[in-house]
Protein backbone atom coordinates (compact mmCIF):
# COMPACT_ATOMS: atom_id res chain seq x y z
CA UNK A 1 0.00 0.00 0.00
CA UNK A 2 1.52 3.10 -1.02
CA UNK A 3 1.06 6.83 -0.14
CA UNK A 4 -1.75 8.00 -2.20
CA UNK A 5 -3.84 4.56 -1.82
CA UNK A 6 -3.41 5.50 1.99
CA UNK A 7 -4.72 9.09 1.84
CA UNK A 8 -7.66 7.74 -0.47
CA UNK A 9 -8.29 5.32 1.86
CA UNK A 10 -8.30 7.59 4.69
CA UNK A 11 -10.46 9.86 3.03
CA UNK A 12 -13.08 7.32 2.16
CA UNK A 13 -13.09 6.19 5.89
CA UNK A 14 -13.86 9.41 7.03
CA UNK A 15 -16.61 10.52 4.90
CA UNK A 16 -17.95 7.12 5.36
CA UNK A 17 -17.73 6.73 9.07
CA UNK A 18 -20.63 9.18 10.10
CA UNK A 19 -22.48 8.98 6.58
CA UNK A 20 -24.78 5.74 6.82
CA UNK A 21 -23.36 4.04 3.55
CA UNK A 22 -20.81 1.52 5.47
CA UNK A 23 -16.97 2.43 5.85
CA UNK A 24 -15.79 -0.78 6.23
CA UNK A 25 -17.53 -1.81 2.77
CA UNK A 26 -16.14 1.03 1.28
CA UNK A 27 -12.74 0.44 2.36
CA UNK A 28 -13.30 -2.81 1.46
CA UNK A 29 -14.28 -1.95 -1.62
CA UNK A 30 -11.38 0.65 -2.47
CA UNK A 31 -8.52 -1.78 -1.92
CA UNK A 32 -10.22 -4.53 -4.52
CA UNK A 33 -10.30 -1.15 -7.05
CA UNK A 34 -7.27 -0.09 -6.22
CA UNK A 35 -5.77 -3.88 -6.48
CA UNK A 36 -4.36 -3.36 -2.63
CA UNK A 37 -3.14 -6.59 -1.46
CA UNK A 38 -3.22 -6.93 2.20
CA UNK A 39 -2.98 -10.04 4.67
CA UNK A 40 -6.17 -10.47 6.60
CA UNK A 41 -4.62 -9.84 10.24
CA UNK A 42 -3.02 -6.76 8.61
CA UNK A 43 -6.31 -5.21 6.56
CA UNK A 44 -8.35 -5.29 10.03
CA UNK A 45 -5.33 -3.30 11.57
CA UNK A 46 -5.67 -0.88 8.83
CA UNK A 47 -9.49 -0.59 9.38
CA UNK A 48 -8.90 -0.17 13.37
CA UNK A 49 -6.53 2.54 12.57
CA UNK A 50 -8.88 4.34 10.04
CA UNK A 51 -11.46 3.80 12.66
CA UNK A 52 -9.08 5.45 15.56
CA UNK A 53 -8.43 8.37 13.15
CA UNK A 54 -12.36 9.15 12.90
CA UNK A 55 -12.82 8.21 16.72
CA UNK A 56 -10.74 11.46 17.44
CA UNK A 57 -12.93 13.15 15.08
CA UNK A 58 -16.30 12.43 17.11
CA UNK A 59 -14.51 13.89 19.95
CA UNK A 60 -13.19 17.15 18.77
CA UNK A 61 -17.48 17.24 17.59
CA UNK A 62 -18.73 16.36 20.71
CA UNK A 63 -15.62 17.52 23.04
CA UNK A 64 -18.51 19.73 25.29
CA UNK A 65 -20.76 16.36 25.48
CA UNK A 66 -17.42 14.32 26.72
CA UNK A 67 -16.58 16.39 28.48
CA UNK A 68 -19.99 16.49 30.84
CA UNK A 69 -20.25 12.99 30.25
CA UNK A 70 -16.77 12.71 32.05
CA UNK A 71 -17.46 14.82 34.31
CA UNK A 72 -20.76 13.08 35.55
CA UNK A 73 -18.59 10.10 36.13
CA UNK A 74 -16.33 11.30 38.44
CA UNK A 75 -18.79 13.10 40.19
CA UNK A 76 -20.14 9.57 41.17
CA UNK A 77 -23.91 10.70 42.00
CA UNK A 78 -26.58 10.09 40.09
CA UNK A 79 -27.25 12.43 37.81
CA UNK A 80 -28.49 12.68 33.88
CA UNK A 81 -24.82 12.53 32.70
CA UNK A 82 -24.20 9.64 34.66
CA UNK A 83 -26.67 7.56 33.82
CA UNK A 84 -26.22 8.83 29.81
CA UNK A 85 -21.83 7.22 30.18
CA UNK A 86 -24.01 3.93 31.77
CA UNK A 87 -26.39 3.58 28.59
CA UNK A 88 -23.51 4.31 26.32
CA UNK A 89 -21.25 1.52 28.15
CA UNK A 90 -24.20 -0.94 27.97
CA UNK A 91 -24.50 0.05 24.36
CA UNK A 92 -21.00 -1.09 23.78
CA UNK A 93 -21.22 -4.91 25.69
CA UNK A 94 -22.39 -6.78 22.65
CA UNK A 95 -19.40 -6.23 20.30
CA UNK A 96 -17.22 -6.24 23.14
CA UNK A 97 -18.05 -10.14 23.52
CA UNK A 98 -18.28 -10.43 19.83
CA UNK A 99 -14.83 -9.25 19.27
CA UNK A 100 -13.03 -11.51 22.14
CA UNK A 101 -15.24 -14.72 21.13
CA UNK A 102 -15.65 -14.42 17.44
CA UNK A 103 -12.13 -11.88 16.30
CA UNK A 104 -10.51 -14.98 13.75
CA UNK A 105 -13.84 -15.34 11.86
CA UNK A 106 -14.35 -11.25 12.20
CA UNK A 107 -11.22 -10.89 10.25
CA UNK A 108 -11.63 -13.50 8.03
CA UNK A 109 -14.47 -11.20 6.98
CA UNK A 110 -12.18 -8.64 5.89
CA UNK A 111 -10.73 -9.80 2.76
CA UNK A 112 -12.68 -8.01 0.00
CA UNK A 113 -15.62 -10.18 -0.02
CA UNK A 114 -17.51 -8.30 -2.99
CA UNK A 115 -20.88 -10.37 -2.43
CA UNK A 116 -21.34 -10.36 1.06
CA UNK A 117 -20.60 -6.25 0.72
CA UNK A 118 -23.00 -6.13 -1.69
CA UNK A 119 -25.72 -7.75 0.07
CA UNK A 120 -25.00 -6.13 3.21
CA UNK A 121 -25.47 -2.92 1.34
CA UNK A 122 -28.59 -3.58 0.19
CA UNK A 123 -29.71 -4.34 4.01
CA UNK A 124 -28.42 -0.85 5.05
CA UNK A 125 -30.37 0.76 1.99
CA UNK A 126 -33.29 -0.93 2.76
CA UNK A 127 -33.13 -0.25 6.47
CA UNK A 128 -32.23 3.93 5.93
CA UNK A 129 -35.24 3.91 3.47
CA UNK A 130 -37.86 2.46 6.46
CA UNK A 131 -36.17 4.64 8.74
CA UNK A 132 -36.85 8.03 6.73
CA UNK A 133 -40.45 7.29 6.76
CA UNK A 134 -40.70 6.91 10.68
CA UNK A 135 -42.91 9.22 12.79
CA UNK A 136 -43.13 10.46 16.88
CA UNK A 137 -39.51 10.34 16.91
CA UNK A 138 -39.12 12.43 19.87
CA UNK A 139 -37.90 9.99 22.77
CA UNK A 140 -34.46 9.95 24.54
CA UNK A 141 -32.39 6.73 24.69
CA UNK A 142 -33.98 4.31 27.49
CA UNK A 143 -31.30 1.74 28.45
CA UNK A 144 -33.47 -1.35 27.21
CA UNK A 145 -32.95 0.87 23.78
CA UNK A 146 -29.32 1.21 24.53
CA UNK A 147 -29.10 -2.21 24.86
CA UNK A 148 -30.91 -2.54 21.70
CA UNK A 149 -28.49 -0.40 19.58
CA UNK A 150 -25.58 -1.92 20.87
CA UNK A 151 -26.85 -5.54 19.71
CA UNK A 152 -27.30 -3.61 16.26
CA UNK A 153 -24.06 -2.63 16.41
CA UNK A 154 -22.33 -5.86 17.19
CA UNK A 155 -23.81 -7.10 13.82
CA UNK A 156 -22.90 -4.33 12.08
CA UNK A 157 -19.27 -4.73 12.22
CA UNK A 158 -20.06 -6.64 9.43
CA UNK A 159 -18.13 -4.57 6.19
CA UNK A 160 -21.25 -3.18 4.24
CA UNK A 161 -23.31 -2.95 7.09
CA UNK A 162 -23.15 0.57 8.42
CA UNK A 163 -22.71 0.81 11.73
CA UNK A 164 -23.51 4.38 12.23
CA UNK A 165 -26.74 3.78 9.48
CA UNK A 166 -28.16 0.72 11.31
CA UNK A 167 -27.53 2.04 14.56
CA UNK A 168 -29.48 5.74 13.91
CA UNK A 169 -32.34 3.60 11.97
CA UNK A 170 -32.92 1.61 14.32
CA UNK A 171 -32.60 4.23 17.19
CA UNK A 172 -35.31 6.17 14.87
CA UNK A 173 -37.36 3.15 14.47
CA UNK A 174 -37.54 3.15 18.10
CA UNK A 175 -39.05 6.84 18.55
CA UNK A 176 -35.90 7.97 19.35
CA UNK A 177 -35.69 11.77 18.23
CA UNK A 178 -33.59 11.83 15.02
CA UNK A 179 -30.55 14.44 16.53
CA UNK A 180 -30.33 12.25 19.83
CA UNK A 181 -30.06 9.11 17.72
CA UNK A 182 -27.40 10.59 15.58
CA UNK A 183 -25.56 11.76 18.64
CA UNK A 184 -25.76 8.25 20.80
CA UNK A 185 -24.62 6.29 17.87
CA UNK A 186 -21.59 8.20 17.14
CA UNK A 187 -20.50 8.44 21.07
CA UNK A 188 -21.39 4.80 21.42
CA UNK A 189 -18.52 3.41 19.00
CA UNK A 190 -15.83 5.22 21.29
CA UNK A 191 -15.01 2.96 24.05
CA UNK A 192 -15.65 0.39 21.18
CA UNK A 193 -12.61 1.65 19.06
CA UNK A 194 -10.05 2.70 21.73
CA UNK A 195 -11.04 -0.45 23.25
CA UNK A 196 -10.79 -2.83 19.62
CA UNK A 197 -7.23 -0.83 19.01
CA UNK A 198 -5.72 -1.00 22.44
CA UNK A 199 -6.03 -4.86 22.73
CA UNK A 200 -5.07 -5.45 18.63
CA UNK A 201 -1.79 -3.25 19.53
CA UNK A 202 -0.97 -5.41 22.66
CA UNK A 203 -1.44 -9.05 20.79
CA UNK A 204 -0.71 -8.09 17.70
CA UNK A 205 2.97 -6.28 18.05
CA UNK A 206 4.24 -7.93 14.64
CA UNK A 207 1.63 -6.58 12.77
CA UNK A 208 2.67 -2.91 13.40
CA UNK A 209 6.13 -3.51 12.39
CA UNK A 210 4.78 -5.46 9.07
CA UNK A 211 2.73 -2.22 8.08
CA UNK A 212 4.26 0.96 6.58
CA UNK A 213 3.96 3.82 8.80
CA UNK A 214 4.51 6.49 6.50
CA UNK A 215 0.89 5.18 4.49
CA UNK A 216 -0.59 4.69 7.71
CA UNK A 217 0.12 8.24 9.18
CA UNK A 218 -1.19 9.99 6.13
CA UNK A 219 -4.29 7.72 5.95
CA UNK A 220 -4.73 8.27 9.50
CA UNK A 221 -4.48 12.00 9.13
CA UNK A 222 -6.95 12.22 6.21
CA UNK A 223 -9.24 9.94 7.76
CA UNK A 224 -9.46 12.68 11.16
CA UNK A 225 -9.83 16.01 8.84
CA UNK A 226 -12.30 14.44 6.91
CA UNK A 227 -14.37 13.10 9.54
CA UNK A 228 -15.06 16.00 11.45
CA UNK A 229 -16.54 17.67 8.60
CA UNK A 230 -18.89 14.44 7.63
CA UNK A 231 -19.79 14.13 10.95
CA UNK A 232 -21.13 18.16 11.68
CA UNK A 233 -22.98 17.11 7.71
CA UNK A 234 -24.50 14.22 8.77
CA UNK A 235 -26.13 15.50 12.34
CA UNK A 236 -27.63 18.13 10.07
CA UNK A 237 -28.82 15.50 7.55
CA UNK A 238 -30.27 13.47 10.43
CA UNK A 239 -32.19 15.70 11.59
CA UNK A 240 -33.81 17.04 8.24
CA UNK A 241 -34.98 13.51 7.29
CA UNK A 242 -32.60 12.57 4.36
CA UNK A 243 -31.31 9.07 5.07
CA UNK A 244 -33.47 8.17 1.87
CA UNK A 245 -30.85 9.60 -0.48
CA UNK A 246 -28.12 7.37 1.45
CA UNK A 247 -30.17 4.49 0.66
CA UNK A 248 -30.18 4.97 -3.14
CA UNK A 249 -26.80 5.06 -2.75
CA UNK A 250 -26.46 2.08 -0.85
CA UNK A 251 -28.66 -0.15 -3.22
CA UNK A 252 -26.39 1.33 -6.11
CA UNK A 253 -23.31 0.59 -4.74
CA UNK A 254 -24.48 -3.10 -3.37
CA UNK A 255 -26.16 -3.81 -6.66
CA UNK A 256 -22.51 -3.05 -8.70
CA UNK A 257 -20.51 -5.04 -6.03
CA UNK A 258 -22.97 -8.13 -6.57
CA UNK A 259 -22.16 -7.11 -10.26
CA UNK A 260 -18.72 -7.21 -10.39
CA UNK A 261 -18.26 -10.35 -8.09
CA UNK A 262 -20.08 -11.97 -11.00
CA UNK A 263 -19.35 -10.56 -14.12
Known amino acids: MNAGEAIALGIIQGLTEFLPISSSGHLE ?16 FLVLTLHMATALSTVVVFRTEIS ?26 PAVLVGLFLQTEIESLFSQNLLLIGILLLVTALLLFIADKAKNTDQSV ?14 AILPG ?11 VLLGIDREKAARFSFLMVLPLIFGSMAKKIMDTENTIEATNG ?34 IYCFIIGGIAIAYEFF
Open 161 to 171: LSRSGSTIATA
Open 142 to 155: STPQALILGLVQAV
Open 68 to 93: DLLKGLIALKQNESTRFSLKILLSTL
Open 214 to 247: LPLVLGFMAAFFTGILACKWMIALVKKSQLKYFS
Open 29 to 44: LAKTLFGTSIEAEESL
